[in-house]
């Protein structure tokens, strides 16, 4: 399963910018989708999770800023990023977990896409 991700680029300081990442292969299913982000110099960090039913997790960071959604359907999930600031600029990754059609787990990540907020 590969996944492609979509959406980033440069912004000023208050701006927003839409991510997509398409997930492509022999999926039957997913479970869990979502972003984190890695700035230089920094560990990999949570943005925020949609589970089955609906269930999201949010980053305190993101809250309020950030919407997460996703299309099952289409196997893509999206991240609605409003009022950026400067220290949201970092690579940020979708992973989805989920079933292929021939009945085994797989977790996959995306290649990365770069987010920089100038001030």
């Known amino acids: 399963v590969q996944l492609q991700a979509f959406g980033g680029g440069l912004v000023q300081a208050g701006g927003s910018l839409r991510l997509s990442c398409a997930a492509s292969g022999n999926i039957l299913n997913t479970h869990r989708m979502g972003w984190y982000r890695q700035a230089p110099g920094k560990e990999r960090q949570l943005v925020a999770i949609?589970?089955?039913?609906?269930?999201?997790d949010y980053s305190e960071f993101a809250k309020g800023r950030f919407t997460i959604s996703s299309d099952t359907v289409k196997n893509t999930v999206y991240l609605q990023m409003n009022s950026l600031k400067p220290e949201d600029t970092a690579v940020y990754y979708c992973?989805?977990?989920?079933?292929?059609?021939?009945?085994?787990?797989?977790?996959?990540w995306g290649q990365g896409t770069q987010v920089t907020v100038s001030s």
């Open positions: 949609v589970r089955n039913g609906g269930i999201i």
């Open positions: 992973t989805v977990r989920g079933a292929t059609a021939r009945g085994s787990a797989f977790a996959s």
